[in-house]
């Protein structure tokens, strides 16, 4: 089996333009893949940014909310409500909400504000400078120091800017798990200032973060809050239903998967018709294995190792291409959202195998029909 495999690698790599030919087109395929599945990955992952930064265990909203930037207020009597259920460790209301901000230079920026509870702060950021108590001096605001801070003119400790007719003073620089999707700053502040200086509904909280005593009181608590007629999910449940909205509420994920189709056809397309062209060009040898008493199983194997080869071969320089762009691309463009996710590599991995798989079919109908006779008489 070995002699059979080293005359089928040697087949394979001595018609360099065939091989060539099928490299690019699987490459190709597997380099389109990965991209629009990364890509996809990373819109999905900061989508969810302020629910993964923020960290509370359980989230309280408004059944109609499908992700953070729509967010329905919620009536004060719900947060007084979900702090006497049992099972709750503690319960603080966070305000999440957009603002025009104008620099010293007189340019209007749109940022994110984020309202943290006064008296715990809780979800408050890991700060790179400053100290998370000057929070609660006057005007006092953390900025996120992420890819979209030069927005805000790069500032530091001191810088002064306007919101909404008030004075604003960045106290601290915060560091963030992950930014945002749509490439607007975020800052940070105390809750009550929050609402006082941006205007707001009857209703101010748009979220209660809750902390469950233990793991076991979630169930308890989903049931006593749904019975006030609101809904309670754990990071990863809302997580996840941000998610869904992005993927079947909007034409992101239609568009994401017409794609990763499309990149899957060119490749099997491309890897299927040259690899057909190679058995045909290659016919006469196959069948004077045959005739020296090659058994239909090698001849078999042939083709498999052969597509394999190439396959596994592509793969390797389509993750990788893919790989080197997307680093490159983060290194210019910090805001760049795509990432390698396993499920990634192994959605372009299982793509491949069928291209491998459809092809190799395509090379043994053609193979096992030979017969030596047909060869020699020709």
Known sequence: MNGILRIAFKLLVNDRGKFTALLVGITFAVFLMVMMTSMFAGILSRSSSTVTNIGAKMWVLDPAVNNVSSSI???????????????????VPLYSGGAQVKLANGIYQAVTVIG???????GRPELIEGE?????????????????ISKLGNPRIGTKFEINDHRGVVVGIAKA???????????????NRAIS?????????????VEPKSTSDIPHIKQAVSKLGYQALTDDEFVQKISNFYKYQTGLGINVMLMTAISFIVGLSISGQTFYTFILE????FGALKAIGAKGHELVSMILFQAGFTAFLGYGLGVGLASLIIMSAKLRMPDYAAQ?????????????????????????RRVIRIEPFDIFRG
């Open 177 to 191: 798990n992950i930014s945002g999707l749509f490439g607007i700053p975020t800052l940070y502040t105390t809750f």
């Open 73 to 91: 207020p919620v009536p004060d009597y719900v947060k007084d409500a979900v702090r006497s259920i049992d099972g709750v460790r503690y319960a």
């Open 340 to 364: 390698i996710t396993n499920l990634n590599l192994g959605i372009a991995f299982v793509m491949v195998l069928i291209i491998a798989g459809i092809s190799s079919y395509i090379g043994i």
């Open 116 to 122: 943290l509870d006064d008296a715990s702060l809780f």
């Open 282 to 285: 290659n016919l006469e040898k």
């Open 197 to 209: 200086y941006l205007p707001s509904t009857r209703f101010t909280a748009s979220y209660i973060l």
């Open 132 to 148: 998370i108590e000057d929070i609660y001096a006057e005007n006092g605001f953390v900025v996120v120091q992420d890819a979209e």
